[in-house]
């Protein structure tokens, strides 16, 4: 089914696939996600599609009831982005398409083949995804004046990335990915430019417990300096209700500079309001 979706949606390496899989078969292996750079890692494996016999550059990840698909893609890299979709939304497709029959047809001569206990690389010492809480997954709002003018931030955590955007000195916005350190890897002390650039966006978490409140901890992969970001669900009482807000701070202190919430409409008024109980400077210490 995602062969066909896919060659017909976005054609490329997925179309070679299908006309291969139609001449022959196909065989779908899972591998560890931990292998490669995918935009969306998914919480499952890395499902490599390809003809029978042969190595595919085609993949896709699964999170969720959601699929992304990904072509060109090699070993310790992302390959290109190319959409996604869900099952239904595929079945529905194919069924508009009248590819019933040629689904049913390709659907019997497919193999898959579990990879996923073998070890293809551990790049740098990554040794796979961490998970984020679940209950700071999603996205929150915060709203902050600076100089008269207020800035409108949004932050969405994923299973395992985080991606921060304001609207004034990061529109477009950044995306970290977190992974999990080997316990047998050291990192360099002094790394190389290459070694910098290639480790863009990668962060490195820890849970740690500060006034009662559990912090996720992020530092850069070869931060050797600094205390990172700390991020943390907790609740408040705004207005006789309990509400559940996220901290945003940083510092040796992990001192508070921002909250933000799970509406834009509630991070409006809540602006800039400080919570007695939360640690805004070093003079709370």
């Not at 509630?266 to 400077?281: R, T, V």
């Amino acid at each position: 089914m995602i062969t066909l979706y896919c060659a017909d949606r976005f054609g490329g390496e997925w179309s070679n696939l299908l006309q291969a899989g139609q001449n022959g078969s196909l065989t779908i292996t899972l591998h560890k996600t931990s292998d490669y750079e995918f935009k969306q890692p998914g919480s499952g494996y890395a499902y490599e599609a390809a003809a029978s016999g042969q190595t595919g550059t085609t993949y896709y990840t699964l999170s969720g009831s959601t699929f992304y698909f990904y072509q060109g893609v090699k070993v310790a890299g992302s390959g290109s982005f190319l959409g996604q979709a869900t099952k239904q939304e595929m079945a529905d497709y194919i069924v508009k398409k009248g590819q019933l029959a040629e689904f049913k047809q390709l659907a019997k001569k497919v193999e898959i083949v579990d990879k996923s206990g073998q070890t293809q690389r551990l790049s740098e010492g990554r040794s796979g995804y961490f998970t984020i809480p679940a209950e700071m997954q999603g996205t929150w709002y915060s709203a902050s004046n600076y100089d008269g003018e207020t800035t409108h931030s949004k932050y969405v955590f994923g299973q395992s990335t985080i991606f921060i955007q304001d609207d004034k000195h990061n529109r477009k916005g950044h995306t970290t990915t977190l992974y999990t350190r080997a316990a047998n890897y050291k990192a360099p002390d002094y790394p190389s430019e290459e070694q910098i650039k290639k480790a863009e966006g990668w962060g490195l978490p820890k849970i740690v417990q500060y006034k009662g409140i559990n912090y996720l901890n992020v530092m850069g992969w070869y931060q050797g300096a600094g205390d990172g970001e700390y991020f943390a669900v907790h609740t408040e009482n705004i207005d006789g209700n309990d509400v559940q807000v996220l901290i945003c701070a940083g510092g040796a202190g992990i001192w508070v500079d921002g909250i933000a919430y799970r509406s834009q409409a509630m991070a409006e008024k809540m602006q800039d309001h400080q919570f007695d109980d939360l640690n805004y400077s070093d003079s709370d210490n």
